[in-house]
C-alpha cells in the first residue's frame, strides 16, 4: 500500500513540528531569564559589603534556583544546577542542606572537583568525619553516572539492533560483532537497573533525630545522641506509607527516623 | 651558726615534702539538699602512718573512712592512702571546701582549698509500689498558671533490677503546646532514673499528657559484661497528667511581651561611658528583681519601645543575662545611630502581677547621652527615621561581610534544566522497537526473495523448448512434466506447480496431462508399448499447444 501525501497532511506535519518548536522556545526562554536573575543576584552576593545584603541576594538566587529545580526536574541532568544550590546553602550557613545537593550533584558529574572539595569543607564545618570508602563496584558505579551509563545502553542496543538488521538484510554473518555489542549495552543496562532497584539509595539527614528502635515516636531509641544533620545514610526500607525509613548510619548502627528529617540524595 | 642549723634541718624538711594531703569533692553526687561525699587522698612514706581519727576540717572533726591503700612501686617506699568523707547537703550553688588537716608520722598536714559546684536536683529514689518496675510522672507547675510561666515536667523510673527500655510513650517530655527550655536532665541514684523537660507555657487551655507506659526487659551482665534477658518483659504505666493554662486579662498594655510575676521592680543603669560618636556601642544593664522564677521572665522590646527605632540598634546577640539573689541582669548592647540621640529613653516594662491580679508597667529613668557625629569625612549623617517607619533600623553599620569560602557557581543555561539527551528510562524502549524493527526487516527480506525466485523462474514455454531439445529420457520426462505443470499454474487449473503430476486432477486439462504423463512414465517403465521420444515429443507438443489454446 502507497502512502500518498496530500498537501494538507504536508502542512498539518509542518505545523505541528512548527507548533513544537515554539512550545520547546517558550518553555525554555522563561528559564532563560530567571538563570540569569538567579546568578546576577548569586554574583550580588558574592560582592556584597554587608552580611544582610548578602544573605538578602543569596536568599533570591536560592529561591529561583529551587523554583527552576521544582519545575523542570532535571533528575537525570548535568548536575550544575544542583551544585549552585549546594554553594548557595554552604553560603548561608545551612550545611546539611548544602550536603544533601553536593551529594546530588557529584551523583550526576563525578568527576567535579570543586563539588568534591565544597562537600569536605561542609563535613568540616558540621563536624563529620569522612565517611569509608564504598565498596570497589559500587565506587566504580558512583563514577559512571546514571545518564550516561543509560546513554550508552541505548546506543550500543540501537547499534546491536542496527548490526542484526544489517545481517538479516545482506546474508553476512555478523553474530558475534552483534553478541559482543549486545553484551556491552547489557552491562550498562544492567548497572543501571542494579543502581536503581537493588542498590540501597541514600539519603541525607536534615534535622537532628533520634534513631528509633523500630517505626515510631514510642519505640526507644537506639543510643542517646541524635543523628548529625549532614550525615549520609543508606535507605534499608519504608514504612508506614513513607512515614518511617529503616536507614544504616556510617556507623553502622541500624534503626528507624522519621521521613521529614531526612531526604533522599 | 644559722646556716649551720638550717644545713642540719634540710633531711628533716626532705622528709616532711614527701607527705602530702589533697582533697576533692565527688563529682558524681553532688545534688542539692543531699549529702555530699568527698575523698582525701594522702602521699605518704610507709613508715609514716595516717592518724585516722585526727582529720579535722575548720577546727572541727571530721569522721573519715579508708576505701584503699596504694603502694606507688616496689622501688619506692611511697604510699598512696584514700579515705572518704560526707559533708551535709547544700542547696545549688558554687561552694568552697575549706583545708582539711590530718595527722601523719605525729605531724599535722593540710589540703589546698577547692571549689565545688551543686548544679542538680536533689533526686531521691522513693518508689510507691514493690513493682519490678514503677512510673511516676512529675509535674511541677506553679498554680494558677499563665502563658510565660514555666514548669517541670518528666518522670521517675524505678526499677528493682537493671532494665533497658524498649518501648515507651512519655507525653510529658514531648509537652505538646508548651515550649521546651534547654535539653532534657537525666539524673541516676541507684534504683531510678529521673528525666525532667523544663518547658514554658505559651497559649492559654487545658493539656491532658497521657496515660503514659514504659516496656522494658530486666537483664543481668556476666563477668565479661555480656548482657542476657532475664525473665519476661515488664510494663509500667502511669495516669494522665492534666496542666491548666489560664489566660492573661484582655487589654494588655503595648508593652506586655508575656512577664509574669510579683511585685516586680525593674530598673536600667549605664555601663559604658556616656561620651559616644554616632556608630558606637552603649551597654545597659536591665535588672529585674522580685518573687518567683526571674529566668523566665522576658526583658522589654527595646525594638518597639518610644524614642529607639531609627535611633539604636540592638545586637544580634541575646543579652545576656548574670543571676544574683532574688534579681536578673541582662547586659544589652545598642548601637547608637543617630548624632540627634541626647539620652537613653525610658524604658517600660510591663509585667502581670499574679497577687494584684492585673498588669503593673515600671519605667525606667533616662539616661543622658552625649553623641557626637562621626569623625571621618564624607561618613554620612543617618537622616532621623519616623517610628512608625523604623520597624526594622537601617543596617548602614552593619558587621562587613568576610572572605567566601568556595568557588563561585556555575552560569547555568537552558541545557541544564533538561535531562541528558538519551540518559532516561524510556530509553529501554529501544527493546521492543529493536525487535519490531528487525521482524520487518526480516519479513521485508523474505517477500524481497520470494519476489526474485519468481522473476527468475523460466516459462512453461521455455520449459517445453527445452524439453523438445532434451535427448535424454529421463530429463526429457522431468523438464516435460516441469512445463506442463508450468503451465497448467499460468493458466490457472491448478495453484502451485509445485506437485507431482499424480496430484494433478483427473478432470480437465490437468486431466488429460495426468493421463499423457503417466502413460509416458508406463511406456517407459513397464515396457508397455514402444518408447518412441520423437514420438512423444510430437505428442507432447500437439498437447501443449491444445491446452495453451484452451487457456486462451
Given at each position: 500500500?502507497?502512502?500518498?501525501?496530500?498537501?494538507?497532511?504536508?502542512?498539518?506535519?509542518?505545523?505541528?513540528?512548527?507548533?513544537?518548536?515554539?512550545?520547546?522556545?517558550?518553555?525554555?526562554?522563561?528559564?532563560?531569564?530567571?538563570?540569569?536573575?538567579?546568578?546576577?543576584?548569586?554574583?550580588?552576593?558574592?560582592?556584597?559589603?554587608?552580611?544582610?545584603?548578602?544573605?538578602?541576594?543569596?536568599?533570591?538566587?536560592?529561591?529561583?534556583?529551587?523554583?527552576?529545580?521544582?519545575?523542570?526536574?532535571?533528575?537525570?541532568?548535568?548536575?550544575?544546577?544542583?551544585?549552585?544550590?549546594?554553594?548557595?546553602?554552604?553560603?548561608?550557613?545551612?550545611?546539611?542542606?548544602?550536603?544533601?545537593?553536593?551529594?546530588?550533584?557529584?551523583?550526576?558529574?563525578?568527576?567535579?572537583?570543586?563539588?568534591?572539595?565544597?562537600?569536605?569543607?561542609?563535613?568540616?564545618?558540621?563536624?563529620?568525619?569522612?565517611?569509608?570508602?564504598?565498596?570497589?563496584?559500587?565506587?566504580?558505579?558512583?563514577?559512571?553516572?546514571?545518564?550516561?551509563?543509560?546513554?550508552?545502553?541505548?546506543?550500543?542496543?540501537?547499534?546491536?539492533f542496527l548490526i542484526l538488521s544489517w545481517q538479516i538484510w545482506f546474508g553476512r554473518d555478523l553474530r558475534i560483532f552483534a553478541a559482543a555489542v549486545f553484551s556491552l549495552a547489557a552491562v550498562a543496562g544492567g548497572s543501571a537497573l542494579y543502581s536503581r532497584y537493588i542498590e540501597a539509595p541514600e539519603a541525607v539527614v536534615l534535622e537532628a533525630s533520634l534513631l528509633r528502635r523500630d517505626a515510631g515516636e514510642k519505640y526507644a531509641p537506639v543510643n542517646d545522641s541524635p543523628v548529625v544533620p549532614g550525615t549520609k545514610v543508606d535507605v534499608l526500607d519504608v514504612l508506614q506509607g513513607g512515614n518511617w525509613l529503616k536507614v544504616s548510619t556510617p556507623s553502622?548502627?541500624?534503626?528507624?527516623?522519621?521521613?521529614?528529617?531526612?531526604?533522599?540524595? | 651558726?644559722?646556716?649551720?642549723?638550717?644545713?642540719?634541718?634540710?633531711?628533716?624538711?626532705?622528709?616532711?615534702?614527701?607527705?602530702?594531703?589533697?582533697?576533692?569533692?565527688?563529682?558524681?553526687?553532688?545534688?542539692?539538699?543531699?549529702?555530699?561525699?568527698?575523698?582525701?587522698?594522702?602521699?605518704?612514706?610507709?613508715?609514716?602512718?595516717?592518724?585516722?581519727?585526727?582529720?579535722?576540717?575548720?577546727?572541727?572533726?571530721?569522721?573519715?573512712?579508708?576505701?584503699?591503700?596504694?603502694?606507688?612501686?616496689?622501688?619506692?617506699?611511697?604510699?598512696?592512702?584514700?579515705?572518704?568523707?560526707?559533708?551535709?547537703?547544700?542547696?545549688?550553688?558554687?561552694?568552697?571546701?575549706?583545708?582539711?588537716?590530718?595527722?601523719?608520722?605525729?605531724?599535722?598536714?593540710?589540703?589546698?582549698?577547692?571549689?565545688?559546684?551543686?548544679?542538680?536536683?536533689?533526686?531521691?529514689?522513693?518508689?510507691?509500689?514493690?513493682?519490678?518496675?514503677?512510673?511516676?510522672?512529675?509535674?511541677?507547675?506553679?498554680?494558677?498558671?499563665?502563658?510565660?510561666?514555666?514548669?517541670?515536667?518528666?518522670?521517675?523510673?524505678?526499677?528493682?533490677?537493671?532494665?533497658?527500655?524498649?518501648?515507651?510513650?512519655?507525653?510529658?517530655?514531648?509537652?505538646?503546646?508548651?515550649?521546651?527550655?534547654?535539653?532534657?536532665?537525666?539524673?541516676?541514684?541507684?534504683?531510678?532514673?529521673?528525666?525532667?523537660?523544663?518547658?514554658?507555657?505559651?497559649?492559654?487551655?487545658?493539656?491532658?499528657?497521657?496515660?503514659?507506659?514504659?516496656?522494658?526487659?530486666?537483664?543481668?551482665?556476666?563477668?565479661?559484661?555480656?548482657?542476657?534477658?532475664?525473665?519476661?518483659?515488664?510494663?509500667?504505666?502511669?495516669?494522665?497528667?492534666?496542666?491548666?493554662?489560664?489566660?492573661?486579662?484582655?487589654?494588655?498594655?503595648?508593652?506586655?511581651?508575656?512577664?509574669?510575676?510579683?511585685?516586680?521592680?525593674?530598673?536600667?543603669?549605664?555601663?559604658?561611658?556616656?561620651?559616644?560618636?554616632?556608630?558606637?556601642?552603649?551597654?545597659?544593664?536591665?535588672?529585674?528583681?522580685?518573687?518567683?522564677?526571674?529566668?523566665?521572665?522576658?526583658?522589654?522590646?527595646?525594638?518597639?519601645?518610644?524614642?529607639?527605632?531609627?535611633?539604636?540598634?540592638?545586637?544580634?546577640?541575646?543579652?545576656?543575662?548574670?543571676?544574683?539573689?532574688?534579681?536578673?541582669?541582662?547586659?544589652?548592647?545598642?548601637?547608637?545611630?543617630?548624632?540627634?540621640?541626647?539620652?537613653?529613653?525610658?524604658?517600660?516594662?510591663?509585667?502581670?502581677?499574679?497577687?494584684?491580679?492585673?498588669?503593673?508597667?515600671?519605667?525606667?529613668?533616662?539616661?543622658?547621652?552625649?553623641?557626637?557625629?562621626?569623625?571621618?569625612?564624607?561618613?554620612?549623617?543617618?537622616?532621623?527615621?519616623?517610628?512608625?517607619?523604623?520597624?526594622?533600623?537601617?543596617?548602614?553599620?552593619?558587621?562587613?561581610?568576610?572572605?567566601?569560602?568556595?568557588?563561585?557557581?556555575?552560569?547555568?543555561?537552558?541545557?541544564?534544566?533538561?535531562?541528558?539527551?538519551?540518559?532516561?528510562?524510556?530509553?529501554?524502549?529501544?527493546?521492543?522497537?529493536?525487535?519490531?524493527?528487525?521482524?520487518?526487516?526480516?519479513?521485508?527480506?523474505?517477500?524481497?526473495?520470494?519476489?526474485?525466485?519468481?522473476?527468475?523462474?523460466?516459462?512453461?514455454?521455455?520449459?517445453?523448448?527445452?524439453?523438445?531439445?532434451?535427448?535424454?529420457?529421463?530429463?526429457?520426462?522431468?523438464?516435460?512434466?516441469?512445463?506442463?505443470?508450468?503451465?497448467?499454474?499460468?493458466?490457472?487449473?491448478?495453484?502451485?506447480?509445485?506437485?507431482?503430476?499424480?496430484?494433478?486432477?483427473?478432470?480437465?486439462?490437468?486431466?488429460?496431462?495426468?493421463?499423457?504423463?503417466?502413460?509416458?512414465?508406463?511406456?517407459?517403465?513397464?515396457?508397455?508399448?514402444?518408447?518412441?521420444?520423437?514420438?512423444?515429443?510430437?505428442?507432447?507438443?500437439?498437447?501443449?499447444?491444445?491446452?495453451?489454446?484452451?487457456?486462451?
Amino acid at each position: 500500500m502507497k502512502l500518498k501525501l496530500s498537501p494538507g497532511h504536508i502542512a498539518l506535519g509542518f505545523s505541528f513540528f512548527l507548533f513544537l518548536f515554539f512550545a520547546y522556545y517558550i518553555f525554555y526562554a522563561t528559564a532563560d531569564h530567571k538563570l540569569s536573575q538567579a546568578y546576577d543576584a548569586y554574583q550580588a552576593g558574592e560582592s556584597a559589603p554587608t552580611v544582610s545584603e548578602r544573605e538578602r541576594a543569596f536568599n533570591e538566587a536560592l529561591q529561583i534556583y529551587l523554583e527552576l529545580r521544582q519545575a523542570y526536574a532535571p533528575e537525570m541532568g548535568t548536575g550544575r544546577l544542583d551544585y549552585n544550590i549546594a554553594n548557595l546553602y554552604y553560603q548561608l550557613g545551612q550545611y546539611p542542606e548544602a550536603v544533601l545537593y553536593y551529594n546530588r550533584a557529584l551523583a550526576l558529574r563525578p568527576g567535579d572537583a570543586d563539588a568534591a572539595r565544597n562537600l569536605l569543607r561542609t563535613y568540616e564545618k558540621l563536624g563529620i568525619k569522612q565517611e569509608a570508602a564504598a565498596a570497589p563496584f559500587e565506587e566504580a558505579l558512583d563514577y559512571f553516572p546514571l545518564p550516561r551509563r543509560l546513554q550508552f545502553f541505548f546506543f550500543l542496543a540501537l547499534a546491536g539492533f542496527l548490526i542484526l538488521s544489517w545481517q538479516i538484510w545482506f546474508g553476512r554473518d555478523l553474530r558475534i560483532f552483534a553478541a559482543a555489542v549486545f553484551s556491552l549495552a547489557a552491562v550498562a543496562g544492567g548497572s543501571a537497573l542494579y543502581s536503581r532497584y537493588i542498590e540501597a539509595p541514600e539519603a541525607v539527614v536534615l534535622e537532628a533525630s533520634l534513631l528509633r528502635r523500630d517505626a515510631g515516636e514510642k519505640y526507644a531509641p537506639v543510643n542517646d545522641s541524635p543523628v548529625v544533620p549532614g550525615t549520609k545514610v543508606d535507605v534499608l526500607d519504608v514504612l508506614q506509607g513513607g512515614n518511617w525509613l529503616k536507614v544504616s548510619t556510617p556507623s553502622g548502627e541500624v534503626g528507624y527516623l522519621p521521613k521529614n528529617s531526612l531526604e533522599i540524595i | 651558726m644559722v646556716r649551720v642549723i638550717f644545713l642540719l634541718l634540710i633531711p628533716f624538711f626532705a622528709a616532711a615534702q614527701e607527705v602530702k594531703v589533697s582533697a576533692r569533692m565527688d563529682s558524681g553526687g553532688l545534688a542539692e539538699n543531699v549529702p555530699l561525699s568527698g575523698t582525701v587522698t594522702v602521699e605518704h612514706p610507709a613508715s609514716r602512718h595516717v592518724d585516722r581519727e585526727s582529720f579535722k576540717i575548720e577546727g572541727r572533726p571530721l569522721e573519715a573512712k579508708l576505701i584503699k591503700e596504694v603502694e606507688f612501686s616496689e622501688n619506692s617506699s611511697l604510699r598512696l592512702s584514700l579515705y572518704g568523707f560526707t559533708l551535709p547537703g547544700k542547696e545549688k550553688g558554687l561552694y568552697v571546701l575549706p583545708p582539711i588537716s590530718v595527722e601523719v608520722g605525729g605531724k599535722r598536714y593540710s589540703s589546698l582549698s577547692t571549689t565545688y559546684e551543686i548544679s542538680q536536683t536533689s533526686v531521691q529514689a522513693s518508689p510507691k509500689t514493690n513493682a519490678p518496675l514503677e512510673l511516676e510522672p512529675i509535674a511541677e507547675a506553679p498554680s494558677p498558671m499563665y502563658p510565660g510561666q514555666r514548669a517541670l515536667f518528666g518522670y521517675k523510673i524505678y526499677y528493682k533490677n537493671p532494665t533497658e527500655i524498649l518501648e515507651d510513650s512519655l507525653p510529658l517530655l514531648i509537652a505538646e503546646g508548651f515550649r521546651k527550655i534547654g535539653s532534657q536532665q537525666v539524673a541516676d541514684v541507684p534504683g531510678m532514673r529521673q528525666i525532667t523537660q523544663e518547658v514554658e507555657a505559651e497559649k492559654p487551655g487545658e493539656y491532658v499528657f497521657g496515660p503514659s507506659y514504659i516496656i522494658g526487659q530486666p537483664y543481668e551482665r556476666d563477668k565479661y559484661g555480656r548482657q542476657s534477658a532475664t525473665g519476661e518483659k515488664v510494663r509500667a504505666d502511669a495516669p494522665p497528667v492534666k496542666i491548666e493554662v489560664m489566660p492573661l486579662p484582655a487589654n494588655a498594655p503595648p508593652s506586655f511581651n508575656g512577664a509574669v510575676g510579683s511585685g516586680l521592680e525593674f530598673s536600667v543603669s549605664l555601663l559604658s561611658l556616656d561620651q559616644l560618636t554616632v556608630g558606637q556601642q552603649v551597654e545597659l544593664a536591665l535588672k529585674i528583681s522580685g518573687e518567683g522564677d526571674l529566668s523566665a521572665i522576658p526583658i522589654p522590646d527595646l525594638c518597639c519601645q518610644p524614642g529607639f527605632p531609627g535611633m539604636f540598634q540592638e545586637s544580634d546577640m541575646p543579652p545576656v543575662p548574670t543571676t544574683r539573689e532574688e534579681s536578673i541582669i541582662y547586659s544589652v548592647l545598642l548601637r547608637v545611630l543617630s548624632p540627634h540621640v541626647k539620652e537613653v529613653p525610658p524604658i517600660a516594662f510591663t509585667y502581670y502581677d499574679l497577687k494584684l491580679g492585673k498588669y503593673v508597667t515600671k519605667t525606667s529613668s533616662p539616661i543622658p547621652l552625649n553623641v557626637t557625629p562621626p569623625l571621618e569625612e564624607g561618613e554620612p549623617l543617618l537622616p532621623i527615621i519616623k517610628e512608625e517607619e523604623a520597624k526594622w533600623p537601617q543596617t548602614a553599620y552593619s558587621e562587613k561581610t568576610g572572605p567566601l569560602e568556595i568557588s563561585s557557581a556555575y552560569k547555568l543555561g537552558a541545557s541544564d534544566l533538561q535531562n541528558r539527551p538519551f540518559g532516561g528510562w524510556s530509553v529501554f524502549l529501544v527493546i521492543p522497537f529493536g525487535v519490531i524493527f528487525l521482524y520487518i526487516v526480516n519479513d521485508l527480506k523474505q517477500k524481497r526473495g520470494v519476489k526474485a525466485e519468481k522473476e527468475e523462474a523460466p516459462s512453461s514455454r521455455e520449459l517445453l523448448h527445452n524439453a523438445l531439445a532434451e535427448d535424454e529420457p529421463g530429463y526429457f520426462f522431468s523438464l516435460l512434466c516441469s512445463a506442463f505443470l508450468s503451465k497448467l499454474e499460468e493458466a490457472g487449473d491448478i495453484p502451485s506447480a509445485d506437485i507431482g503430476f499424480r496430484q494433478l486432477p483427473e478432470e480437465g486439462a490437468a486431466g488429460e496431462v495426468r493421463r499423457f504423463l503417466l502413460e509416458i512414465e508406463e511406456r517407459r517403465y513397464a515396457g508397455k508399448g514402444e518408447f518412441d521420444l520423437n514420438e512423444v515429443k510430437g505428442e507432447a507438443e500437439k498437447l501443449f499447444k491444445k491446452i495453451e489454446e484452451k487457456s486462451r
